[in-house]
């Protein structure tokens, strides 16, 4: 057992070569894509409320709600009846007059009726046909789900790009994928968006209900239906008073009479169409101005604004990736 | 045992005297009710109404026409682009008056306008024939066909915004009347046709909007001294007032902002008794 080491001899390793380690890459942090990730997020954040983005989208909301009414079937359908009784009531209104070979100046306020009837009728007949024909497109907008809220969210988008934008700039290291994460989720929100709210058939539908409506929404248009109305009622208020003495057949007396007694809901209809048209004037400027929005920017109208939308998102998202800090590529 | 005896007579005390303060507040309260004016500088025990501001009920008298002569309370309504001295006015195929430019009213089951309290529209406001049922102030009278009415309500049901209950104050036999919530309805149609006008409430808001506007409002008023956004604006109502008999009148015009009847103007004649007493009911 003593005689073993000597077997073996002393053991004489040679001296170990000094372990040399690669040194590690220095990270790199992308200044430009992160500083124009900033800049998208404060105009994200900033363009909204500067451009008013949220009153024009609330005035295109509340021009959607108040006309509902208006654009149901039923609706339409009695406006086309009131408009029908207004014809007979102003046919017989005629044949009593050439019946009865009754002087003018003998119902002033008559005269003045039949002197505008046919234009009244006119107006009021365009008037119907512009909103029945805009009916489609009108659905088509008012189907646009949360559209009150894409301001709130472009300026939602617009606050993470701002902050990922200074983490990726500024901040440490094991925070940047976190936040570039979070960008690429809001910029995919933004970009989705238009695809999973009808914003897309909508804007498209807004864009062109925008031209009909055009003659329509105007205070000039406004008046005059204020002045045709002022004709009516008081040819009504002559009808039941002084021209009733007046001998008529049964043909005039059945379209004056169904006038007169149907003049509470044709007034009703009319007074709240009118109603409607004025008070939102206002309403459809502003969402003319909102489809002139996406003009500045070489879109078409209010059909550009959901491209607009996926475009700004897509950038976040890109900017926020090309963004990410990573190892500098090895140098020979 | 001896320190509750001892108590007694103090708490004795204090409650008589708490008594006798509250009942002389309420007195105090009651009395300047039944003299129908809040303040009291200049007592006038013949009519019971005093300067200040007259609390109670103005009782309305009927409009008559007597040829051309126009008495008691009445309504007319001039035309766009007309004034109220020469019109064009609507010519009321219901009414004789005027040749139906003018229409006369009738008091309502109230007997007329109470002031610091409203007298709303009933729900609902109209019946299926677009005929006002609000019958308080006045009666519901015909206009083109379709009966119209006035309530005074604490929200307007027109341009929106909450308005102050009517007061009338009496300064130098002269009144000056807040009517802002003085609102006709007509064929399913609300017009505001108060003296001042109310600031409309009714522009297009975003979601939270109107909630982020309040809390703006009760920041900038209690930490940057802002005054508080006015409510109405314009004119108020003018009258005259006659003590020994208590007869009023009350005038004004009102421009209608919005509606189907925009740019109109409805001239109102108020005339009758001022009956002091109590509050409308809320």
Redesign the interface.
Known sequence: MSALPQILGPLDLPQAPPVTRAAATPMRRPKAPALALLALGVVLTFGPIVGGLFAKVASGKQLIDQFAPHMEADALARDNTDLARLRRGAAGVDGVYLRQRLPEGRFPILDEYRRQASGIDGRATNLLDRVEAAGPDYRRVAAIGGFDRVPFLIVACGLVAIYGSCVLLFGRRNRARWAVGLMMLAGAALSMYPFLSDLRTGAHAGERLLPQLAPVMTRENVRQLQRDFVVLVEADGELETGFRKVPRNATAAAGITAMVNAWPTISSDLASLVGVINDNIHNYNELEQLDALPRRVGLSGLAGLPWLLVGVGSACAGLSVAALPRRRKETR | MNRNRGARPTQVVTMVVAVILVAGALAACSSGQKSGAKSNPKANTTSGANAGELVGLFRLTPGAAKGNQITGTWFRMV??QGDAQHGPY?????SRADG?QVTLLKPGTSGGLRTEGYQSEPTPAFDS???SLADAITTPTPF???NFSISTNRVDPQTKPAVAPPTVTLKDGKLTADLASWSASW???NFNQGAPKPVPN??????G?EKAQRVWDWVAGKYLDAAPKPTVTGSAATGTFDPKTRAFVLQWSSHIE???????TGLWHLEGIFEPGQRAPG
């Open positions: 035309q766009p609507m010519i009321n195929a219901n139906g024939g677009g005929h083109f066909g379709v064929n399913k149609q009714t522009a297009a808001k975003a979601p909007q919005g509606g189907p009847f925009n740019g109109f």
